[in-house]
């Protein structure tokens, strides 16, 4: 039975032997099967070199360039005024934005001028017999000497002797003091520095204003300045004088500045550079957000191509003889979208959208409706 088992294998392995080889030979005269080679379609631009100005695109807040933070430097009841100190107020240059009661100060400053009056015509007689040449100038200045008005100059000394007489008797302490009197009661009013319009009022009338108390805020709504930070590496192209045009965040209304200051310092953490561009427009706001567009500089024989079109910062593809060739060029500038490159001739191929799998020597076919 063994020996049969055996025999029964040994001729199923022959006759699987004899099958295979059978297999093989009818398979090895069968032709292969050959495949078409894949020429892509590509859309390509005709280059044309020609000058483009490098904007830098920044953004930021309006902020007056005229601005005053009113503060109070004496003590006292605020007054009503001919405006309410409200905000949104307007006010001419001149007019009185707050008033402060000075009825104690005023009767303490009207006391010492009338004592330096006093003063003065106390020694008179003396001055008509030691000083006869000078009497006629402090007789003139007591006559011009009214106590409800600014008080005059006291006259010019003709001598040292006039001088030390004068003031040996207080005279000219007297005067200083009064002067002195008269600039602090100017601070119990405050009045509007220009044309312009209060932005912050934090007191009411009938309100006890301290000494250092902010009261309110104060700006001219006619010209503005927008502080911007702009990339390191740009900062040589940006000139005090350059124009800019400002946007605001709809892009609907367009405004234009310059550029008045820049900064001499490098933020080391951002390296970025303070610019500021002043504008004028009387629909601008105080706190407006606007985007810039400062216009640098032109660069001469480039191209603006987008950015997903330049392979590792410095070569593109163009199209040779239904080739595709990778050729370096030079970077100019940057932007959020698209690059400005330098180093193609006139007339070159360039691709106009990007091709997956692209490579050096790839046989392409130029797609003629652009």
């Not at 830098?56 to 007054?79: P, Y």
């Not at 001219?220 to 040589?236: D, F, G, K």
């Not at 405004?255 to 001499?264: A, F, Q, W």
């Not at 006139?346 to 020597?361: E, R, W």
Request: glycine fraction near 6%; charged fraction near 25%.
């Amino acid at each position: 039975m063994r020996k049969f088992i055996i025999s029964a294998l040994g001729i199923l392995l022959l006759i699987g032997a004899f099958l295979l080889a059978q297999y093989f030979i009818k398979n090895k005269n069968k032709p292969k099967p050959t495949y078409d080679k894949i020429v892509k379609t590509v859309f390509v631009d005709t280059v044309k070199n020609k000058e483009i100005p490098i904007i830098i695109t920044a953004s930021g807040n309006l902020t007056a360039k005229s601005k005053i933070e009113l503060f109070s430097e004496v003590q006292g009841v605020l007054q009503p005024s001919r405006k309410e100190f409200k905000t949104g107020t307007n006010y001419s240059k001149g007019e009185i934005l707050l008033s402060i009661n000075r009825d104690e100060f005023y009767a303490s400053l009207q006391s010492q001028k009338s004592n330096l009056y006093n003063l003065i015509t106390s020694i008179m007689s003396d001055i008509r017999l030691d000083y006869p040449d000078d009497f006629e100038k402090w007789e003139n200045y007591l006559q011009n000497f009214d106590i409800n008005k600014t008080t005059p100059k006291i006259p010019e000394f003709s001598s040292d002797k006039e001088k030390y007489f004068i003031s040996g008797r207080g005279i000219t302490t007297s005067y200083y003091n009064v002067k002195n009197l008269e600039v602090k009661l100017g601070k119990y009013q405050i009045r509007a520095p220009y044309n312009g319009i209060l932005t912050e009022a934090l007191v009411t009338p009938g309100t006890l204003v301290r000494v250092g108390q902010k009261l309110g805020e104060f700006i001219n709504p006619t010209i503005y300045e927008m502080e911007v930070a702009i990339n390191a590496a740009y900062s040589n192209m940006i000139k005090i004088g350059n124009s800019v045009t400002l946007y605001n965040l709809e892009r609907s209304k367009s405004y234009k500045g310059k550029v008045i200051r820049v900064n001499g310092k490098i933020d080391q953490s951002s390296q970025t550079i303070k610019v500021f561009i002043e504008l004028t427009d009387k629909s601008l706001k105080e706190g407006m957000y606007l985007e810039a567009d400062l216009i640098a500089k032109s660069e001469q024989e480039v191209i603006e191509i987008s950015r997903k079109l330049l392979i590792e910062n410095s070569s593109v593809y163009i199209v040779n003889d239904s080739v595709l060739n990778l050729v370096k060029v030079n970077p100019v500038y940057f932007n959020s979208e698209s690059v400005v490159i330098k180093g193609l001739p006139d007339n070159s191929m360039i691709l106009k959208q990007s091709v997956p799998g692209a490579y050096h020597g790839m046989p392409v076919k130029i797609n003629k409706i652009n």
